[in-house]
């Protein structure tokens, strides 16, 4: 059972830093992709930010220059340094993996997106 582990969440005010982990448990073969993406209220979720396994990072514009990707490949874990906060990065931040798993039958692999259970940033004023 592969489970994706969240920490990190709570208040700052405006113009201060929080840093977001998130750790990937339980049995897989590799991780692809790891992301974080926010939820506000009454919007859609959006990505965040995403890191390729090499270490490429991939930003939405409005947090660029702001937050900060990174993964650690030994511990399975990704973060998100976020500075600079704004109110309007108030959200529910949701950790996201592409796992790939062995299936039942020899030679058999499934790969896969897992989310984290979500850690609440509010940015207050």
């Known amino acids: 059972q592969v489970q994706l582990v969240e920490s990190g969440g709570g208040v700052v005010q405006a113009g201060g830093s929080l840093r977001l982990s998130c750790a990937a448990s339980?049995?897989?073969?590799?991780?692809?992709?790891m992301g974080w993406y926010r939820r506000a209220p009454g919007k859609q979720r959006e990505l965040v930010a995403i890191i390729s396994s090499g270490g490429s990072a991939n930003y939405v514009n409005s947090v660029r220059g702001r937050f900060t990707i990174s993964r650690d490949n030994a511990k399975n874990t990704v973060s998100l340094q976020m500075n600079s906060l704004k109110l309007e990065d108030t959200a529910v931040y949701y950790c996201?993996?592409?796992?790939?798993?062995?299936?039942?039958?020899?030679?058999?692999?499934?790969?896969?997106?897992?989310w984290g259970q979500g850690t609440q940033v509010t940015v207050s004023s």
């Open positions: 339980g049995s897989f073969v590799s991780i692809n992709g």
């Open positions: 996201n993996a592409r796992i790939r798993t062995a299936g039942q039958a020899k030679d058999v692999f499934i790969t896969r997106d897992y």
